[in-house]
């Protein structure tokens, strides 16, 4: 009479012990597979519920769907990390994608990642149209901006034009006078004004030399944009090399080649405003220029910002030195 119940007993020591054998490989499978469920919360929940559960599960048939995912979720993870920067780093695609890790389960696994892959390729194509569309308003500009050129050289060449007729037509009225002139006059006369028309000439070849100097160097500056040529020309005007000393052109085009940020000439220009050799001393400009020039990183531009001010009490003067000896600069 009592071997029903043991026999039931035993039945039921049996099924207790595939069941924990089950929920042993399972674990075992968890811990294979720790590294990705960390990333995915969700997933991480429910196979630790299935861990856990008193309900009596087939862990065989468990496996089998649960070995998978976990292999398709970690293979996934890894092609995530692979994705290209351009994709990556998307606004909407990073939402969407740490949505979809936050999210994960096994019952949706599936469906997500078809869906991810889709996504992709939407972000991808979105960003392939933006770059075509602004690698053609650059191509536009370009345009735009070579017609502009042109124009302004067509310009330019219709002004040398009739410059040179209106040089013609005073030469040719110069020639006339000349003429009358030299009908006029009487023999002792005639040598006078001879030199003068020499030491005339002799000017207005040297006029014309400076003009011709003057018209190159600024059209170099002016049409290749380029800061070496203003910057050059801007210093030939306070020295008056091959052109007449201008303190006003020296200061529009130092000026104009320093807004171009190269940090020497900003600094260059900060120099002469300080010293005030070349023109008008100007204590703000100087500092002006010599802080954009400083702000730009060069330590040595830094130490002298700095020591401009040593004698004051400007904290300007403990930050630019502090700033030039952590480049290295210990002078």
């Not at 429910?46 to 998978?68: A, C, F, H, M, S």
């Not at 190159?216 to 210093?235: I, N, P, S, V």
């Not at 830094?302 to 290295?328: C, H, R, T, V």
Request: proline share 2%; charged share 35%; net charge negative.
């Amino acid at each position: 009479m009592n071997e029903q119940p043991q026999f039931d007993n035993y039945l039921n020591g049996l099924k207790q012990a595939a069941l924990e054998q089950g929920r042993g490989k399972l674990r075992a499978l968890a811990l294979t597979y720790q590294s990705s469920l960390q990333c995915f919360p969700a997933l991480q929940q429910e196979i630790d519920g299935l861990l856990q559960t008193e309900e009596t599960l087939d862990y065989e048939e468990l496996l089998k769907r649960v070995e998978p995912a976990l292999k398709q979720a970690t293979d996934w993870l890894f092609d995530v990390d692979r994705l290209p920067n351009e994709i990556a780093d998307d606004a909407e695609f990073s939402q969407y994608l740490n949505k979809m890790i936050a999210t994960l389960t096994l019952a949706n696994m599936g469906k997500s990642i078809q869906h991810f892959h889709g996504f992709q390729v939407d972000v991808k194509t979105k960003q392939e149209t933006l770059r075509r569309e602004q690698i053609e308003a650059q191509r536009r500009a370009e345009e735009a901006e070579r017609l502009r050129i042109e124009q302004e050289l067509k310009m330019q060449a219709e002004q040398e034009a009739n410059r040179l007729a209106e040089i013609k037509r005073q030469e040719e009225e110069a020639k006339r006078l000349q003429a009358e002139r030299a009908a006029q006059i009487n023999a002792e006369e005639d040598t006078k004004w001879k030199a003068e028309k020499e030491k005339a000439e002799q000017i207005k070849a040297e006029q014309e030399a400076k003009l011709k100097a003057e018209k190159e160097a600024k059209r170099l500056a002016e049409l290749e944009q380029d800061a070496e040529y203003q910057f050059a020309l801007g210093l030939r005007y306070t020295t008056g090399d091959g052109v007449d000393k201008d303190r006003e052109k020296a200061t529009y085009w130092l000026e104009k080649a320093a807004e171009q940020g190269k940090d020497s000439h900003q600094f260059e220009l900060g120099i002469l405003y300080f010293e005030g050799n070349c023109f008008q001393r100007d204590h703000k400009k100087a500092e002006y220029w010599l802080e954009k020039a400083a702000t730009q990183g060069n330590p040595e531009h830094q130490f002298i910002y700095g020591l401009g001010y040593i004698n004051s009490d400007n904290p300007k003067a403990l930050y630019w030195l502090e700033k030039s000896a952590n480049q290295g600069h210990l002078e």
